[in-house]
């Protein structure tokens, strides 16, 4: 993402429940949609993943990118050994 502070955040009502939900912060979700540096493209949903912390939990955030939106789809908690699996059989590429 070439500059991260053009962008505007539009937050669903889906993700705002799931984050709710799960417990999750919007403020901390934006933080690492706009700074994370390890991102991927699901080619099976064919969406953009940007993956981070949010306090001790690593998290993985599909979104989609239109001009100057970044609209965040859902928030899931992960690790690495899952992310690895979907880099190997072609499920996520860089």
Do not use: C
Request: proline letters at 3%; hydrophobic letters at 35%; zero cysteines.
């Amino acid at each position: 993402m070439e500059n991260p502070e053009k962008f505007t955040v539009e937050w669903s009502g889906y993700l705002r429940y799931r984050a709710d939900l799960r417990g999750f912060e919007l403020a901390k979700i934006e933080k690492i949609l706009r700074y994370s540096v390890e991102r991927y493209f699901d080619t099976i949903t064919r969406r953009m993943i940007a993956v981070g912390r949010h306090d001790d939990r690593l998290v993985m955030v599909p979104y989609e990118e239109k001009e100057d939106t970044i609209t965040p789809v859902t928030i899931h908690v992960t690790t690495h050994q899952q992310i690895n699996f979907r880099l190997k059989t072609g499920r996520f590429i860089t």
